[in-house]
């Protein structure tokens, strides 16, 4: 069974730095795309960032220069990390992959950035 863990969220001042992990545990095949997206309250969920064979990273405009997605495949784990972070970062951040047939979530971790 494929499970995703979130963790790293919680609050920071404006300015300051966080980084995010995704613990992937279980076997996945076809991977396409490995992502982060965010979902702040009162709106849609939105991708932030994505990395497809382990090089190629696309970024939402909000959040170029400031967050890097990577990954870890030893470790099975992708990370995002985000500096500068801003109050409107702030966001319940989730990871998804993707693969050729299903998507896979975590629950989610709440990344609160205080001004």
């Known amino acids: 069974q494929v499970q995703l863990v979130e963790s790293g969220g919680g609050l920071v001042q404006a300015g300051g730095s966080r980084r995010l992990s995704c613990a992937i545990s279980?076997?996945?095949?076809?991977?396409?795309?490995m992502a982060w997206y965010r979902q702040a309250p009162g709106k849609q969920r939105e991708l932030v960032a994505s990395?497809?064979?382990?090089?190629?990273?696309t970024y939402t405009d909000s959040v170029k220069g400031r967050f890097t997605i990577s990954r870890d495949n030893a470790k099975n784990t992708v990370y995002l990390q985000m500096n500068s972070l801003k109050p409107e970062d702030t966001a319940v951040y989730y990871c998804?992959?993707?693969?050729?047939?299903?998507?896979?979530w975590g629950r989610g971790t709440q990344v609160t950035v205080s001004s």
């Open positions: 998804n992959i993707q693969t050729t047939r299903d998507a896979y």
């Open positions: 279980g076997s996945i095949f076809s991977i396409n795309a």
């Open positions: 990395i497809r064979g382990g090089v190629t990273t």
